[in-house]
């Protein structure tokens, strides 16, 4: 368990600092409003089942959409009642276009925004953020991968100090996270009723058993050594939305001030530290593959600039300059970038 330090190696607590990207639409902070999407999307996730929103029913064997079979209506021509082009016209229209057109708007909401699925909606990704939060409490770092403790200080001049007590949080959330997505994956398969029935009496039969084990499992391991990781480099629909942003070089991006890069020495490199995928958000946009548009880095940047009277050096790019962040190549932006000042190194 770490000591408590005193207020002479941690310095004055600082008043938490703000500025002009911390509030949003109706006043609202950003992410809170990130927040707000997260947990709504979240709670989507969990009882699109039970409400028949969304799900495979295996027991009737197609989708069930808003409380009505989705088939690609095969039945009649399977039975003599419809001719082979009435069902190649059904395939068309209730399997192709509707695949087409939720991938089509995730792709062009990607290539226009960025991966705003992930950073603003995705339940995996808000799960990744709270172990995050809470395993930083445990041993000051984000991921059990990260070489360095992140600094107790945040952008907002609050500390977070580590305390191994916290690993009694940590485990328990895993656990629980890795058991809900089980459960809630099967009742995307099966009639939840049946599923929270099963459970609730301890009625479970084989084959449910075996797959909430193995699932819960898989998930814990993912949850508590992946996360990140397998947003990284092994979530399909990340990866394809990344694609898609890398395209158009016009598409919003997180912009740095690079002529204005010696202003990095007055902070500890926030931005660098809240980025919950662990990128280097002053880096150019090639070597940002990942990025989930979060925005985290820009508040932390306008957090510690609060008081630099020429404003933040991250902010949301469009257009003309998000297309010349675009075209930055790592070495070119290197020659711009000016050393970091020892006290930077240091806490970074």
């Not at 006043?27 to 999307?41: A, D, K, P, S």
């Not at 740095?256 to 662990?278: G, L, N, Q, Y």
């Amino acid at each position: 368990m770490a000591a408590p330090q005193t207020q002479a190696l941690t310095g004055p607590r600082v008043a938490p600092a703000t500025g002009k990207n911390t509030t949003g639409l109706l006043g609202i902070r950003v992410q809170r409003w990130r927040q707000i999407t997260q947990t709504g999307f979240f709670l989507l996730f969990i009882l699109s089942p039970v409400f028949d929103i969304f799900r495979l029913d295996l027991n009737v064997k197609h989708f069930i959409f808003f409380g009505l079979d989705w088939t690609l209506g095969l039945d009649d021509f399977l039975a003599g009642r419809a001719t082979a082009a009435q069902a190649s016209l059904n395939i068309v229209l209730r399997g192709f276009l509707p695949l087409l057109g939720i991938g089509g708007t995730l792709i062009y909401v990607s290539w226009k925004w960025g991966r705003l699925y992930c950073g603003w909606l995705c339940p995996h990704f808000s799960v990744v953020e709270t172990i995050n939060r809470t395993l930083r409490r445990a041993i000051g770092k984000q991921s059990l991968w990260d070489k360095k403790r992140i600094p107790a200080r945040n952008p907002d001049g609050s500390q977070t100090q580590h305390d191994a007590i916290w690993w009694f949080a940590v485990i328990p959330l895993v656990i629980c996270c890795a058991m809900l997505w089980a459960v809630v994956l099967l009742t995307y398969l099966l009639p939840p009723a049946e599923i929270y029935g099963n459970i609730w009496h301890w009625t479970l039969t084989r084959n449910q058993t075996v797959f909430l084990s193995a699932a819960s499992i898989a998930f814990f391991v993912e949850f508590m050594f992946a996360r990140h990781l397998f947003c990284r480099y092994a979530c399909a629909v990340g990866f394809f939305q990344s694609l898609a942003w890398m395209a158009n070089d016009k598409a919003m991006v997180v912009g740095f001030k690079r002529e204005r890069a010696k202003d990095c020495s007055t902070c500890f490199s926030a931005c660098d530290h809240v980025c919950p995928m662990r990128l280097n958000p002053r880096n150019v946009k090639r070597m940002m593959f990942a990025c989930v548009q979060c925005g985290q880095c820009v508040d932390a940047c306008d957090q510690t600039q609060a008081n630099n009277p020429n404003g933040q050096l991250l902010d949301w790019v469009h257009e003309l300059r998000a297309e010349s962040e675009a075209a930055f190549n790592v070495s070119a932006a290197r020659t711009i970038m000016i050393k970091r000042a020892p006290s930077e190194t240091k806490e970074a």
